[in-house]
């Protein structure tokens, strides 16, 4: 008897005799999950009904790469106005060394 909560048939059919979680297991949680909706599409019987999914958790994973890319950017700009401050700091202190203000009496 196949073992139904470890090993589900539609786990072990899979004609490379791979299991599925031994590939997704390395993966992050949206991008393991659509492989795995697609590893199995043709072995449960509602193939359509797992595409959509596998579709639904890439359209997530885009999202949030998407969201994880706008907030870099934001800090990346962050990070360049402020390096452009403290250079324009750096210069001014440089040239005041080299050149300094005029003392009046």
Same mark, same amino acid.
């Given at each position: 008897?196949?073992? *139904? ?24 949680? *949206? ?14 019987? /509602? ?45 001014? /202190? ?12």
């Amino acid at each position: 008897m196949k073992d *139904n909560v470890d090993h589900p048939k539609h786990y072990n059919d899979h004609p490379s005799g791979v299991e599925c979680i031994q590939i997704t297991e390395h993966m992050g949680f *949206n991008l393991g999950n659509a492989v795995k909706y697609i590893w199995r599409a043709d072995l449960k019987g /509602n193939t359509i009904e797992d595409l959509k999914k596998a579709a639904w958790y890439i359209g997530r994973e885009i999202e949030k790469i998407e969201k994880d890319n706008d907030l870099c950017r934001k800090v990346d700009n962050d990070v360049r106005d402020k390096c452009s401050q403290l250079k324009s700091e750096i210069d001014y /202190n440089l040239l005041s060394d080299v050149y300094p203000p005029h003392i009046s009496s």
